[in-house]
């Protein structure tokens, strides 16, 4: 479901980009950078999800769901409407996900978790500010997906993980 006073965004229906600019360590502009991605699965996809790479102080994860029609997400016979996936699960184990879509569209973005806090600092799962981000690179069927949560000087290695299409 869209978010209350996001609705002039279409969450959901399209990718959306960060606006704000990002650059490398030599200060060159990342063009790009997705900040809300929307994959187009059909009614029914199996994909697979690898965490390659963390560097983070925080929890790193993923953030899926349909947020536009309804759907759920399927994992070793348990069923969600949508799923928090962070790297604890293991780098390089793959997480297979049934995905059953009434509009085809399944949302995802990066997120992290700072875990419970501090009375300074408060815990809990943080995403789509404006740092976050993900550059996106295509090598067949695998889109491997490199991110940001801190900071707009950047290489894109907080979290790096891959989605493919298992047929």
Known sequence: ??????????????????????????????????????????????IKLTFVSTNSKNLQGIRFAFDTGGGYMEIEGKKYPQLYIFEDVGLGKPVYIDCYSKTGLLSMYNIFDRGPGTDAIPGGIRSQTGCFGMILKKYNNILEYHCNCTGLKTDFNELIFTIEFVE
């Open 1 to 46: 479901m869209a978010r209350k006073g996001y609705k002039h965004l279409n969450l959901g229906t399209k990718r959306l980009y960060n606006p704000n600019e990002f650059v490398d360590n030599n200060n060159v502009k990342w063009e790009n950078v997705i900040l809300w991605e929307v994959l187009e699965i059909g009614e029914h996809q199996k």
